[in-house]
C-alpha cells in the first residue's frame, strides 16, 4: 500500500544553518505531496504542497520539490530561525482509492540560538 | 478550501467515561476522516465516514470503542468510549478536496 517514510529526529541546527528533511514515498498513480507543521502545543498546519511532477511548493522559506524519479519529496531551508522549531511532517493524498491522507513519522527540529 | 471547525478544543475525562468529538465543516463533503495522534507520534487514521453508511474503521480501531456518526454531509461525530489513560490524544477530523486535505484544529484529550 501507499506510504511516506522520513528521517528520523530529532534534528538539532544551529541558527542560520541549511535544513533538509528527507521525505521518500510510495504511491501508485500520482498522489499530492504535502509538508505539514506542529508547533509545540499546536495544531496541524499545513506548510506547502505539490500536486503533480516537478512542481516546487513552498511557503515561510520553505521548499520542496516533487520528484517523480526518485518518488522523493524533500524539505529544505537555506536559513532556520529558532521560530522554526517544531515537528514536521510530510505526508500524501492518493488520487484514487478512498483519499485518505497518509503520514509520516514526523521530524523534530530544534534550532538553537 | 474547507474550513473545519472542532468542538471541544480540550477536554480532561474521567476513565470509564465517553467523550464525544464534534466535526463542522463550511461545505457539503462526501468523506470525512478522524484520525488519532498519540503524544510524540504521528497521526494514524482511526475511520473513514461517509454520510448515509456505516463508517469505514482501520485495522486496530473498532466501532464499539469508537463510535461514529454521519448524519449529513457537512458534519460528523466522533464518541471515545470507555476511556482509559492510554486514549489521551488528540483527535482531528479531515476532509479531502481535489488535490488537497484540511484538518480541524484537533481535540487534545487528557483521561485520567
Known amino acids: 500500500g501507499d506510504s511516506v517514510t522520513q528521517m528520523e529526529g530529532p534534528v538539532t541546527l544551529s541558527e542560520e544553518a541549511f535544513l533538509t528533511i528527507n521525505c521518500t514515498y510510495t504511491?501508485?498513480?500520482?498522489?499530492?505531496l504535502f509538508w505539514y507543521v506542529q508547533y509545540p502545543g499546536e495544531g496541524l498546519q499545513l506548510l506547502l504542497k505539490a500536486t503533480k511532477a516537478d512542481d516546487k511548493g513552498s511557503n515561510k522559506g520553505f521548499e520542496a520539490t516533487y520528484r517523480k524519479e526518485t518518488t522523493s519529496f524533500h524539505l529544505e531551508k537555506g536559513s532556520v530561525q529558532v521560530s522554526d522549531s517544531a515537528v514536521y511532517f510530510c505526508a500524501l493524498l492518493p488520487n484514487t482509492g478512498g483519499f485518505k491522507t497518509i503520514f509520516g513519522a514526523g521530524t523534530r527540529l530544534f534550532v538553537k540560538a | 478550501s474547507a474550513v473545519i471547525s472542532q468542538k471541544p478544543s480540550r477536554d480532561i475525562c474521567q476513565r470509564g467515561t465517553s467523550l464525544t468529538i464534534q466535526c463542522q465543516v463550511d461545505s457539503q463533503v462526501t468523506m470525512m476522516f478522524w484520525y488519532r495522534q498519540q503524544p510524540g507520534q504521528s497521526l494514524t487514521l482511526i475511520a473513514t465516514a461517509n454520510q448515509g453508511s456505516e463508517a469505514t474503521y482501520e485495522s486496530g480501531f473498532v466501532i464499539d470503542k469508537f463510535p461514529i456518526s454521519r448524519p449529513n454531509l457537512t458534519f460528523s461525530t466522533l464518541t471515545v468510549s470507555n476511556m482509559s489513560p492510554e486514549d489521551s490524544s488528540i483527535y482531528l477530523c479531515?476532509?479531502?478536496?481535489?488535490?488537497?486535505?484540511?484538518f480541524g484544529q484537533g481535540t487534545r484529550l487528557t483521561v485520567v
Open positions: 479531515s476532509v479531502a478536496q481535489e488535490t488537497e486535505a484540511f
Open positions: 504511491a501508485t498513480g500520482y498522489p499530492s
